[in-house]
């Protein structure tokens, strides 16, 4: 798959909204199940969202459901996270990640990932 670079993330008050994009190399994006996963400072590595590869099935974790959307554009090679009504919680580095297996929750399945992008949500 090659490199995934994550973009997008910032400073922004809760309640706000931000967009994160993931960009990936290689002509074999759409062989991979995509997912987003963030770290808080002192806390483990949280599954966030999760795209199937053709795009048409989700999955969320319970602190994001109803408030993220996770969607893909194979033709660009990227993975996207909308994030509304931000909460303060809601800190921390946003990877993505890639898996040859298809979507998965869990970061063992996955096979690539981004360098992470930072997200602060003040209150």
């Known amino acids: 798959q090659g490199q995934l670079v994550e973009s997008g993330g910032g400073l922004v008050q809760a309640g706000g909204s931000l967009r994160l994009s993931c960009a990936a190399s290689?002509?074999?994006?759409?062989?991979?199940?995509m997912g987003w996963f963030r770290q808080a400072p002192g806390k483990e590595r949280e599954f966030v969202a999760t795209?199937?590869?053709?795009?048409?099935?989700?999955y969320y974790g319970d602190s994001v459901k109803g408030r993220f959307t996770i969607s893909r554009d194979n033709t660009m090679n990227t993975v996207f996270l909308q994030m509304n009504s931000l909460k303060p919680e809601d800190t921390a580095v946003y990877y993505c990640?890639?898996?040859?297996?298809?979507?998965?929750?869990?970061?063992?399945?996955?096979?690539?990932w981004g360098q992470g992008t930072q997200v602060t949500v003040s209150s």
């Open positions: 795209i199937s590869r053709g795009g048409g099935s989700t």
């Open positions: 290689g002509r074999t994006f759409s062989s991979y199940g």
């Open positions: 990640a890639a898996s040859f297996r298809g979507w998965a929750t869990t970061a063992p399945h996955y096979d690539y």
